[in-house]
């Protein structure tokens, strides 16, 4: 069937000239915003104020370039990545174990303790924010990676270990018969049969997690004082205030922080749209 | 992103937990595995997530600024403080009037973008990321991108009010539409991700219905009507629900685009908790907006998947 001729197993039967031009629209007020923020950052003040949609009548490149080589960005970003990866470092090990436990173990209490961390799927950290606060203190992690990763980890325990538990669900059960046959204990069989085949589910756990950590603002807001530990989304809202009429500045500093998530989105948009979905569908 | 945490959820918790079918046979040191890879999760979340969460209830019955021990028993104070105040008020409607906006201009805006790319024609996966590309950046970059948008000075809308000859506004100044001005934020933001959730329902309904409609006449309305709809239900009933959900969690969005004002005219329940809980180190206080919240998350949680979920 040609591309021109009606098709009629489709949701919707409309002229593919109306079709694209719907599309092209809503494309249009999708990408505006991002587009003229990267090129804002190229301009100068006075070009941004009388043209602040076309491209840049001069290319300032040193917008970009000074903040490229001042260190900052490079201090938030590197906070940003150290929380994020220790994050999911954590959050992983932590929640595959216990999903392991709960899928594979039969013992007094289970169904208890599963449904006591899953509480946790059922209201935002926000709740509990002030609590919180007060307990990282009493503990000495004010204004360390520590306070704001843990509680994220604690947070994102009880979807994490729902996903890994879904998925060593439907691992084959004969798997386990076959290890148990072949007299292979517990610590192994996890370690050389599950984890191995769980690359697809660490992958979405990690994404997921990943994502989440990497954009957390009210957790840091909350935890973190010296601006040298700042997380990009911390050091941006204190950049924007230090420059808070320099827009061609705040645009270029925007466009860097948001680049890394735009070019990982692209290179892995199937895992991370696959991800970011089931983590929130199948959960 | 909001959405997704708290979003995916409740489902689990409401069905039985199936996996009693358990292992027919066991190997050695079960004993063993259970008490070195449960506690790591269970300390952390007891530690970070249950005690503070019990501890906002017992915090909201006294005035506290958190050094010393809460001492200062104020029983309900804190609530009725809560729900005299204006500023608490408008974030209720705030984030009522989000949930309204969400239902009645996102939903539909994602559902017809699903419809329209629900078809492996040329194009439609670079459509797709399109749409999806806002969902995955965080809301404080999506903020002050909008914020550069709507500057009375340098922004977008200046610029386009100023083609039509008339006079540029600060919008997000303006008490009385600056919430409007965050709605179209919202949209922007979080329509792709429901869009995505309807591709996905779409391929799941069998093609041949939509031929069979078309064989027996029926109108492109009649087929949205009475086979798309109602057989994209389930999905319909879950994107209502993340939506809600997220509305009432709003907070990172708002902070880099007004913080809750002009005169608290754009607060929400979670900005409200941040601005006069958490920057005024009011625990107690603080403690029982959190209190209000989780009792909304959770009751609404609940009923919508007792009442409107439970055949999904």
């Given amino acids: ?283 | 992103m909001a959405t997704s945490v708290t979003g995916g959820t409740a489902k689990a918790v409401f069905q039985a937990p199936s996996w009693l079918r358990a292992s027919s046979t066991s190997i050695g040191g079960s004993t063993a595995i259970v008490l070195l890879f449960l506690p790591p999760a269970l300390l952390l979340f007891t530690l970070f997530v249950a005690l503070p969460m019990g501890e906002a209830a017992w915090y909201s019955f006294y005035n506290w600024n958190g050094y010393g021990a809460p001492t200062d028993f104020v029983g309900w104070r804190n609530f009725e403080l809560l729900f005299a105040n204006r500023a608490f008020r408008i974030a209720l409607t705030n984030n009522l009037l989000i949930i309204v906006v969400s239902l009645a201009i996102q939903l539909p805006l994602a559902l017809g973008m699903a419809i329209l790319l629900a078809d492996r024609v040329r194009g439609t996966a670079t459509f797709r990321l399109i749409f999806f590309l806002p969902y995955i950046l965080a809301e404080i970059a999506a903020g002050l991108i909008w914020r550069f948008v709507y500057d009375g000075e340098y922004g977008l809308l200046a610029k386009l009010l100023e083609l039509f000859g008339a006079d540029p506004i600060h919008i997000l100044a303006e008490p009385d539409i600056a919430i409007y001005a965050i709605m179209v934020v919202v949209i922007w933001k979080y329509f792709g991700f429901h869009m995505m959730l309807y591709i996905a329902g779409l391929q799941q309904i069998d093609r041949s219905l939509y031929e069979a409609a078309h064989i027996d006449g029926a109108t492109g309305w009649q087929i949205f009507r009475r086979i798309t709809v109602p057989l994209l239900g389930s999905t319909i009933r879950l994107s209502v629900f993340f939506a809600i959900l997220g509305s009432i969690q709003l907070f990172d969005l708002i902070m880099p685009l007004t913080k809750g004002g002009p005169s608290d005219s754009t607060q929400t329940m979670v900005t409200y908790l941040y601005t006069y809980g958490v920057t005024r180190t009011r625990i107690g206080f603080g403690s029982a907006v959190g209190v209000v919240l989780f009792l909304i998350c959770v009751v609404f949680a609940f009923g919508y998947k007792r009442v409107l979920m439970r055949h999904d």
């Avoid at chain 1, 080589?69 to 992983?92: D, E, P």
């Avoid at chain 1, 303790?113 to 992690?141: C, E, S, V, W």
């Fill in chain 1, 1 to 283: 069937m040609t591309s021109t001729a009606a098709r009629y197993d489709t949701p919707v039967t409309i002229a593919p000239v109306l079709r694209y031009a719907i599309l092209f629209v809503v494309a249009g007020g999708v990408l505006i915003p991002l587009l003229t923020t990267a090129l804002g950052g190229f301009k100068s003040l006075g070009d941004l104020r009388v043209n602040p949609f076309g491209v840049p009548s001069q290319w300032e490149w040193m917008n970009y370039w000074e903040i490229l080589a001042s260190g900052r960005y490079w201090q938030l970003m590197g906070n940003s990545l150290v929380i994020a990866v220790l994050t999911v470092i954590l959050t992983v090990a932590t929640s595959a174990m216990a999903a392991f436990v709960f899928v594979h173990v039969r013992f007094f209490g289970a169904t208890f303790l599963l449904n006591y961390l899953l509480l946790g799927l059922m209201f935002p950290a926000a709740t509990a924010i002030l609590p919180l606060f007060i307990k990282i203190r009493d503990l000495g992690l004010l204004d360390t990676y520590w306070g704001v990763v843990l509680p994220q980890v604690a947070f994102g325990l009880a979807m994490s270990i729902l996903l890994f538990r879904n998925s060593f669900r439907q691992m084959p059960k004969d798997l386990f018969e076959a290890a148990v046959i072949d007299g292979c204990g517990y610590f192994r069989f996890f370690w050389h049969v599950i984890l191995p085949l769980s690359r697809p589910i660490l992958a979405t756990v990690s994404v997921i997690v990943f994502v989440h950590s990497w954009n957390n603002y009210l957790l840091p807001l909350v935890v973190l004082n010296r601006d040298t530990l700042y997380p990009w989304p911390l050091g941006i809202m204190v950049y924007q205030g230090e420059f808070s009429t320099d827009w061609n500045l705040i645009l270029a500093f925007i466009t860097l922080t948001i680049l890394p998530a735009i070019i990982m989105f692209f290179a892995a948009q199937k895992h991370i749209v696959a991800g970011l979905m089931a983590g929130s569908v199948k959960g």
